[in-house]
């Protein structure tokens, strides 16, 4: 996985986040990409431990493009399912 920059620049990349929770917004995709690394290299969680770093960035992608730029939320399921695991 490739190594995003110091803790300055991670802090000019939240202070450019167009939102009053960009620190949060921050953390998250922070808490994103740790979640990532550890279930791709510690724990070797199937189907993360072997994908493409390019397939893992192309579904990781939206979710971390959506949480920055604080896109509304996704319609409502219709099938009865809350969207939970």
């Known amino acids: ?29 922070g808490a994103i990409t740790l979640g990532t690394v550890v279930g791709r290299y510690l724990l070797r969680l199937e189907g993360v431990r072997d994908a493409e770093v390019a397939d893992i960035v192309s ?20 099938d009865g399912s809350s969207g939970c695991f």
Do not use: C
């Open 1 to 29: 996985m490739r190594y995003f920059g110091s803790k300055d620049e991670l802090f000019a990349r939240v202070a450019a986040l167009p939102s009053d929770d960009a620190a949060l917004r921050a953390g998250l995709i």
């Open 59 to 78: 579904v990781l992608r939206p979710a971390v493009h959506a949480i920055a730029q604080g896109e509304a939320e996704p319609a409502p399921r219709t």
